[in-house]
């Protein structure tokens, strides 16, 4: 075995080894309960992110965990073909040869798309390997494969025909960057400086006028009314009546409708109908016809006027400026609004009235919602229940159609000779009217459409496949609480309409992996971190375990480069406890079950007594999906409990001659490595490797260690020893010189096996006494019913020492009424940051334990 751990050596050659013997797929406990994971499909354009890092570490975790527990796991990966992203990368890569897109024509260009993915789509995936994340890869799926496709067009037709798919001309999120249509949940929206402007509308008969309030002025040109609340005083006898539109000078009428809020602005709005969703409806309600003013990159079009040609923010400037040249401008007053970005490019939204495909969501929510109310689908944690609920409830149809090429097109054609809509999973050769002059509609569907398909597609349906039927419902989803709303509740909707069962039980929801200040990593802000470069430094398992012990229940994670380097300082310790394990035993001769003594000696009892209470408690974190405490507990026992103390204990009996101690320092070497191994799998299986040298840990059986009565008073003798070593370090002795210790044991739990101890790891021999020492100075130790009496005698100049001491205590008084002082000062408590004050706070609490120590050892100079 190495001497030094090497991480990049440990984690360059398993992986390979774990995939040529089918270690990860299901097949490997063939009786076992079937168990299954679909991965949140990452962009094939993609590579890894810090987000990725910790959302897969946490399903290796429960699947690896599973897998070891007998279960026929089954984690499936796969990519997404991320519609809108993936065409704009090729674009550019074609861009660079000097090849437009247009000029080359649909069927090229998509033929680009799938050459540019068999040269670098593989990317992530090989990332995803190298942090060594255990998905069936001979199950590997892609959202353009054809059984997927084949599901996405048979949803598609079956919804619409149940009237579950419509097409219609409606008010969406258009993006004019990438020039599509975007869905409501891939829109960001965020406070803005921005203005109200106020317009006066001059009635087109008499005199006076009305005055409107608006955050786009140059949305007026499309105006075709202005709408007041039916019980707003100051209209009311206006209703009815019409203005002029300014700059247009197209009569429009006053109109009375429930949507108006008196309080925003002046009360009256203009009415926009094909540039707000709002006005469309009450355009509706009231036969107000619709104008678009703006082409699809966001510029005016002939109906505006002479604004035509000018970009929606350019138009905007021209019409108030032409606005106030008219003197109908009243007025602009700065107002913080909120804007809606798009998610992709952040480009501002434009709402846009256009011929789109949707799904009609009501009848799909009811029975989600139920899904998850009636606990037939839990959260983890509970409380990101009430996102979901509040989305749900607060749907709008859904906007599916996407004016790009790349994508699942839409299985619909339109015949040009009677204008009917064929709706078909095969392509029709003619229609019904006799008409063979078809054309396929020419968009796509949105990527998130297919991505809802993800649990049941990838398994075989609409086919009854053997994955099917055997592994869905899923077991779990696990996602960041980002896309609740874009992907989990789309699952579940999908789910149950078309398979009429809940797509997976239980929805694991985790935090974002955040920049140390708080901050959203963002490559523009240039605070992001490449979990690539962090694993060629500290290796992939330093960063597993790392992003594990911080995955609080969904609560965000501030990154931090010195968690990693704890991590890797771990996979350190781990190494050296099996290199002192194999010092007193063979290499390969640790079983890979069993193994545990029959009659333990006290240290063994001991260890394997808490062994035991650690893989209980370890489970119920891990079954409650509370990762960060179920890996800070075993950490704390691996480091604490078995390095610290267990290793230390052996070396007396092992000095000795005990031989049978050395093998059950292997055997719980091997459990700590197997209740790890989810975590940090590539370490473990090194390690495995030397110590049991049998198969792989990877398919091991998961510990169970037998209850074991810890022994009487071994926490006592903890305490003694600990105080011991603190005792030296505090008088600046040496580990091995020499001191007097008296035991005063009146319950008699002190056992013989102690004396070893003591010597071994405190350097003592502690003798026996009746009554604490009257005549000399001492310091006692108390732990429990049993005390340690150190002589200080010829250790420590008694009077120097008391010197020193009176000293200290001196000072610390005087520092502690400062403190006191401060503390009972109103104007500091009330008027100083609250921070300072706990910060006083803490430091009079220190100073006031210390002190009492300082006393205590004072007297007990005598």
């Known amino acids: 075995?190495?001497?030094?751990?090497?991480?990049?050596?440990?984690?360059?050659?398993?992986?390979?080894?774990?995939?040529?013997?089918?270690?990860?797929?299901?097949?490997?406990?063939?009786?076992?309960?079937?168990?299954?994971?679909?991965?949140?499909?990452?962009?094939?354009?993609?590579?890894?992110?810090?987000?990725?890092?910790?959302?897969?570490?946490?399903?290796?975790?429960?699947?690896?965990?599973?897998?070891?527990?007998?279960?026929?796991?089954?984690?499936l990966p796969g990519?997404?073909?991320?519609?809108?992203?993936?065409?704009?990368?090729?674009?550019?890569?074609?861009?660079?040869?000097?090849?437009?897109?247009?000029?080359?024509?649909?069927?090229?260009?998509?033929?680009?798309?799938?050459?540019?993915?068999?040269?670098?789509?593989?990317?992530?995936?090989?990332?995803?390997?190298?942090?060594?994340?255990?998905?069936d890869w001979s199950r590997e799926r892609f959202t353009m494969d054809g059984g997927l496709s084949d599901a996405v067009k048979k949803v598609f037709v079956d919804l619409y025909e149940q009237d579950l798919i419509y097409r219609g001309n409606r008010i969406i999120n258009w993006c004019p960057r990438d020039r599509t249509a975007i869905s409501d949940v891939e829109v960001i929206h965020r406070d803005e400086a921005g203005e109200l402007v106020h317009i006066r509308y001059p009635f087109a008969e008499g005199v006076g006028g009305v005055e409107v309030a608006t955050t786009r002025a140059e949305t007026m040109l499309g105006d075709t009314g202005v709408a007041v609340h039916p019980e707003d005083p100051r209209y009311r006898d206006l209703i009815g009546r019409t203005v002029t539109l300014p700059l247009v000078g197209r009569e429009i009428p006053i109109v009375a409708d429930d949507a108006v809020d008196p309080d925003f602005g002046t009360g009256a709005v203009k009415v926009t109908?094909?540039?707000?969703?709002?006005?469309?409806?009450?355009?509706?309600?009231?036969?107000?016809?619709?104008?678009?003013?703006?082409?699809?990159l966001g510029v005016v079009n002939e109906n505006g006027g002479r604004f035509a040609g000018l970009d929606r923010f350019e138009a905007r400037t021209a019409v108030k400026s032409a606005l106030a040249d008219e003197g109908v401008l009243v007025?602009?007053?700065?107002?913080?609004?909120?804007?809606?970005?798009?998610?992709?490019?952040?480009?501002?939204?434009?709402?846009?009235?256009?011929?789109?495909?949707?799904?009609?969501?009501?009848?799909?929510?009811?029975?989600?919602?139920?899904?998850?109310?009636?606990?037939?689908?839990?959260?983890?944690p509970k409380r990101w229940e009430k996102t979901y609920f509040h989305w749900m409830e607060n749907l709008r149809d859904w906007t599916i159609s996407r004016q790009i090429w790349w994508g699942h097109r839409i299985p619909a054609w339109h015949c040009d000779a009677c204008h009917e809509v064929i709706v078909s999973v095969t392509e029709p050769t003619v229609c019904s009217c006799g008409s063979a002059d078809l054309r396929q509609d020419p968009d796509v569907l949105d990527t998130w459409f297919s991505s809802g398909l993800f649990p049941f597609s990838t398994l075989g349906w609409p086919e009854e496949t053997d994955d099917y039927a055997i592994y869905y419902p899923n077991a779990v989803l696990v996602t960041g609480y980002d896309i609740i709303s874009f992907w989990v509740a789309r699952m579940i909707k999908l789910g149950l309409h078309f398979t009429g069962k809940k797509p997976f039980s239980d929805v694991v929801i985790h935090g974002m992996v955040r920049a140390g200040d708080g901050k959203?990593?963002?490559?523009?802000?240039?605070?992001?971190?490449?979990?690539?470069?962090?694993?060629?430094?500290?290796?992939?398992d330093a960063l597993r375990l790392a992003l594990i012990q911080a995955a609080s229940p969904g609560q965000d994670i501030p990154y931090s480069e010195e968690w990693v380097d704890a991590a890797r300082r771990f996979g350190n310790k781990l190494w050296n406890a099996a290199r002192f394990s194999l010092q007193h035993i063979e290499s390969g001769s640790v079983p890979a079950d069993g193994g545990y003594p029959e009659d333990p000696r006290p240290e063994e009892a001991w260890v394997l007594s808490r062994l035991a209470q650690t893989v209980t408690e370890f489970d119920?974190?891990?079954?409650?999906?509370?990762?960060?405490?179920?890996?800070?507990?075993?950490?704390?026992?691996?480091?604490?409990?078995?390095?610290?103390?267990?290793?230390?204990m052996a070396k007396a009996p092992l000095r000795a001659g005990d031989d049978s101690i050395g093998r059950t320092v292997g055997v719980v070497l091997r459990d700590v490595l197997k209740l790890f191994h989810p975590a940090i799998p590539y370490i473990t299986e090194e390690l495995w490797n030397e110590l049991v040298g049998d198969?792989?840990?990877?398919?091991?059986?998961?510990?169970?260690?037998?209850?074991?009565?810890?022994?009487?008073?071994?926490?006592?003798?903890?305490?003694?020893?600990?105080?011991?070593?603190?005792?030296?370090?505090?008088?600046?002795?040496?580990?091995?010189?020499?001191?007097?210790?008296?035991?005063?044991?009146?319950?008699?739990?002190?056992?013989?096996?102690?004396?070893?101890?003591?010597?071994?790891?405190?350097?003592?021999?502690?003798?026996?006494?009746?009554?604490?020492?009257?005549?000399?100075?001492?310091?006692?130790?108390?732990?429990?019913?049993?005390?340690?009496?150190?002589?200080?005698?010829?250790?420590?100049?008694?009077?120097?020492?008391r010197e020193r001491l009176g000293k200290a205590i001196a000072e610390i008084e005087g520092n502690?009424?400062?403190?006191?002082?401060?503390?009972?000062?109103?104007?500091?408590?009330?008027?100083?940051?609250?921070?300072?004050?706990?910060?006083?706070?803490?430091?009079a609490e220190a100073a006031r334990a210390r002190l009492e120590k300082l006393q205590a050892q004072l007297t007990e100079l005598g």
Not at 273 to 296: C, M, N, Q, S, Y
Request: with cysteine.
């Open 1 to 75: 075995m190495e001497a030094a751990y090497d991480p990049q050596k440990v984690e360059s050659g398993w992986y390979s080894r774990w995939e040529s013997a089918g270690v990860f797929a299901p097949e490997t406990n063939p009786e076992g309960e079937p168990f299954c994971i679909v991965i949140p499909p990452p962009n094939v354009t993609g590579s890894l992110h810090m987000g990725h890092a910790l959302d897969l570490s946490i399903q290796d975790v429960i699947i690896r965990r599973k897998r070891m527990q007998g279960f026929a796991a089954l984690w």
């Open 620 to 648: 119920g974190f891990l079954d409650a999906y509370r990762f960060s405490d179920a890996f800070g507990l075993l950490y704390n026992f691996a480091w604490s409990e078995v390095f610290d103390w267990f290793l230390e």
């Open 331 to 380: 007025a602009i007053e700065e107002r913080d609004h909120s804007v809606g970005h798009c998610q992709r490019c952040d480009t501002v939204i434009e709402p846009y009235l256009s011929d789109q495909w949707f799904v009609r969501v009501g009848p799909l929510v009811g029975p989600a919602i139920d899904a998850v109310r009636n606990g037939e689908i839990r959260f983890a």
């Open 273 to 296: 109908p094909a540039h707000d969703p709002t006005d469309f409806e009450i355009g509706e309600r009231h036969g107000l016809d619709p104008i678009v003013i703006l082409d699809e």
């Open 79 to 135: 990519t997404d073909h991320a519609g809108i992203a993936t065409q704009i990368v090729v674009e550019r890569e074609l861009a660079k040869e000097g090849i437009d897109r247009e000029e080359l024509g649909r069927e090229r260009f998509i033929e680009q798309v799938w050459q540019w993915k068999a040269q670098s789509g593989g990317r992530i995936t090989e990332q995803i390997r190298r942090m060594g994340f255990s998905t």
């Open 695 to 801: 198969g792989f840990i990877a398919t091991a059986k998961w510990p169970a260690p037998p209850e074991t009565v810890e022994p009487a008073g071994f926490e006592q003798l903890r305490d003694l020893i600990t105080g011991i070593r603190r005792f030296r370090a505090e008088h600046g002795l040496s580990p091995r010189a020499e001191l007097a210790v008296g035991l005063l044991d009146p319950e008699n739990v002190v056992g013989e096996w102690w004396a070893d101890q003591f010597t071994s790891l405190a350097s003592v021999s502690p003798v026996p006494i009746g009554i604490p020492p009257a005549d000399t100075p001492h310091t006692r130790i108390v732990a429990g019913s049993v005390e340690a009496f150190i002589s200080l005698e010829g250790i420590v100049d008694v009077g120097a020492e």
């Open 816 to 843: 502690l009424a400062r403190s006191d002082q401060k503390l009972g000062n109103p104007q500091f408590v009330d008027k100083a940051p609250a921070a300072v004050v706990a910060k006083e706070r803490d430091k």
């Open 520 to 540: 959203k990593m963002s490559k523009s802000v240039g605070n992001t971190v490449d979990p690539l470069e962090t694993v060629d430094e500290h290796g992939a």
